[in-house]
């Protein structure tokens, strides 16, 4: 008994040590127990079920709705969320099992007249079986489907970099149709293009998307027509400004024709400068703008014309101006002529007294138009300070002009040396 235990105690120290000492054959055992699991797993391959969320949902049989001129309400994209599916695939699909795997799909086939329908969510899946759908069905609303031409609009927002100009935007088409149901067509008024100039030194040309708007100027999702949106192509020339003023001077011929005696006393345009637009080459080149020739021969009175404005080749008006409000001042000329030592006069002094003048005499300087200066001489020249009402005493009094007992005309300019009078009345 003895012994045995001997030989007992004997084995385990030995299997003691090769299990706990080897690690090669730790290393064999494990690699046999999973070849030993593979095999099971290749022989039997059991079912396991995957939760795939975000499975995209798609109707079919459209075509055949819109066929039977009918077509689904509303947002697509909301009305076909993405959902949840459990599916059962074999554990070696399991892995690569995705939602792309499965497709899912809303049959309209039944469909034939408007109203609201709660249709089922038909599932099929590669390598497994869909085993349960959240949701299962979907609520569709289903109109007459119709057609619509709708106005196009452009919105224009920021502002030009300073000393550039944009144009009047150019559509095409103006008008486009849009298809869906009924009520939400219905809703639509117009289409409107949105451009953006903030920074912009190009010109634009280029298609862009449309934006829908109710009554209320509110946009409408476009996700609810049947087929595309149009796009429209917008051209929109943005160039260069400047302003400048018109070159009347070079358009103005004939002014050494005038009658004797008259001529161009000035001239003015309404508005006084234009603002132009082109390419930056060659507004550099251009420091005034022509206009068409004004003939002024024979002319004795002033002339107002609509002229034409003369463009250089490549520019443009900013606003659309062709053409120029003119006014040249055509008059007579003007002459100056003094008329030496006329006598200042008294007037209306009182009875007993007498009135003498510190200046008795002075130099009249009359300047006007040339046949009214020509009639008048110094007999018709009449100087005076009024003295109505004074007593005795000295008084500072305007001196006062008359030709011919009348009042000067508005265009005939008196000069005197002195303007007032000093006269001493006594009794």
Same mark, same amino acid.
């Given at each position: 008994?003895?012994?045995?235990?001997?030989?007992?105690?004997?084995?385990?120290?030995?299997?003691?040590?090769?299990?706990?000492?080897?690690?090669?054959?730790? %290393?064999?055992?494990?690699?046999? !127990?999973?070849? %030993?699991?593979?095999?099971?797993?290749?022989?039997?391959?059991?079912?396991?079920?995957?939760?795939? !969320?975000?499975?995209?949902?798609?109707? $079919?049989?459209?075509?055949?709705?819109?066929?039977?001129?009918?077509? =689904?309400?509303?947002?697509?994209?909301?009305?076909?969320?993405?959902?949840?599916?459990?599916?059962?695939?074999?554990?070696?699909?399991?892995?690569? #099992?995705?939602?792309?795997?499965?497709?899912?799909?809303?049959?309209?086939?039944?469909?034939?007249?408007?109203?609201?329908?709660?249709?089922?969510?038909?599932?099929?899946?590669?390598?497994?079986?869909?085993?349960?759908?959240?949701?299962?069905?979907?609520?569709?609303? =289903?109109?007459?489907? *119709?057609?619509?031409?709708?106005? +196009? &609009?452009? &919105? *224009?927002?920021?502002?030009?970099?300073?000393?550039?100009?944009?144009?009047?935007?150019?559509?095409?088409?103006?008008?486009?149709?849009?298809?869906?149901?009924? @009520?939400?067509?219905?809703? =639509?008024?117009?289409?409107?293009?949105?451009?953006?100039?903030?920074?912009?030194?190009?010109?634009?040309?280029?298609?862009?998307?449309?934006? #829908?708007?109710?009554?209320?100027?509110? /946009?409408?999702?476009?996700?609810?027509?049947?087929?595309?949106?149009?796009?429209? @192509?917008?051209?929109?020339?943005?160039?260069?400004?400047? $302003?400048?003023?018109?070159?009347i001077e070079k358009a103005i011929f004939g002014a050494d024709n005038l009658p004797a005696d008259y001529e161009i006393a000035?001239?003015?345009?309404?508005?006084?400068?234009?603002?132009?637009?082109?390419?930056?080459?060659? #507004?550099?080149?251009?420091?005034?703008?022509?206009?068409?020739?004004?003939?002024?021969?024979?002319?004795?009175?002033?002339?107002?014309?609509?002229?034409?404005?003369?463009?250089?080749?490549?520019?443009?008006?900013?606003?659309?101006?062709?053409?120029?409000?003119?006014?040249?001042? %055509?008059? /007579?000329?003007?002459?100056?002529?003094?008329?030496?030592? +006329?006598?200042?006069? %008294?007037?209306?002094?009182?009875?007993?007294?007498?009135?003498?003048?510190? $200046?008795?005499?002075?130099?009249?300087? #009359?300047?006007?138009?040339?046949?009214?200066?020509?009639?008048?001489?110094?007999?018709?020249?009449?100087?005076?300070?009024?003295?109505?009402?004074?007593?005795?005493? @000295?008084?500072?009094?305007?001196?006062?002009?008359?030709?011919?007992?009348?009042?000067?005309? /508005?265009?005939?300019?008196?000069?005197?040396?002195?303007?007032?009078?000093?006269?001493?009345?006594?009794?």
């Amino acid at each position: 008994m003895e012994k045995q235990s001997k030989y007992v105690f004997a084995f385990k120290k030995i299997g003691k040590s090769l299990f706990s000492r080897n690690l090669f054959l730790k %290393i064999i055992s494990i690699v046999f !127990a999973m070849l %030993i699991w593979g095999y099971v797993l290749t022989a039997e391959n059991p079912l396991r079920t995957k939760t795939l !969320a975000n499975v995209s949902v798609s109707f $079919t049989g459209e075509a055949d709705l819109a066929a039977r001129n009918l077509a =689904v309400r509303g947002n697509r994209e909301e009305i076909l969320r993405p959902i949840e599916a459990k599916v059962s695939t074999a554990l070696t699909n399991f892995a690569d #099992l995705s939602a792309n795997d499965v497709t899912l799909t809303i049959d309209l086939k039944n469909v034939n007249k408007a109203g609201k329908y709660r249709l089922p969510i038909t599932p099929s899946v590669r390598d497994g079986k869909v085993e349960s759908l959240d949701p299962e069905f979907i609520e569709v609303e =289903v109109d007459d489907l *119709v057609s619509k031409r709708i106005p +196009v &609009e452009t &919105e *224009v927002t920021g502002n030009l970099p300073e000393g550039y100009w944009s144009g009047v935007p150019v559509l095409n088409p103006q008008i486009i149709e849009i298809r869906g149901a009924k @009520t939400d067509v219905g809703s =639509v008024v117009k289409a409107v293009c949105k451009i953006d100039l903030t920074g912009r030194t190009e010109s634009f040309n280029d298609a862009v998307n449309v934006s #829908l708007l109710n009554e209320l100027k509110e /946009e409408v999702d476009s996700r609810f027509a049947v087929g595309s949106i149009p796009s429209v @192509t917008i051209k929109l020339p943005v160039l260069p400004k400047k $302003t400048v003023p018109f070159d009347i001077e070079k358009a103005i011929f004939g002014a050494d024709n005038l009658p004797a005696d008259y001529e161009i006393a000035g001239y003015i345009t309404n508005p006084g400068e234009l603002t132009v637009v082109g390419q930056k080459h060659i #507004l550099d080149t251009i420091e005034s703008v022509g206009l068409e020739s004004i003939d002024v021969s024979g002319s004795s009175e002033s002339i107002l014309d609509n002229v034409a404005i003369m463009f250089p080749e490549g520019v443009q008006s900013a606003n659309g101006e062709s053409r120029v409000e003119v006014y040249i001042d %055509i008059r /007579e000329k003007r002459q100056e002529k003094i008329f030496e030592s +006329v006598e200042v006069e %008294i007037v209306n002094l009182g009875k007993r007294l007498d009135a003498s003048l510190k $200046t008795e005499r002075l130099d009249v300087k #009359l300047n006007g138009r040339i046949s009214v200066i020509r009639e008048i001489e110094k007999g018709d020249i009449s100087l005076f300070a009024d003295v109505s009402g004074c007593g005795p005493g @000295t008084y500072v009094l305007p001196l006062q002009i008359r030709i011919n007992g009348r009042e000067l005309p /508005e265009d005939l300019v008196c000069t005197l040396p002195e303007q007032f009078a000093e006269v001493t009345i006594t009794r």
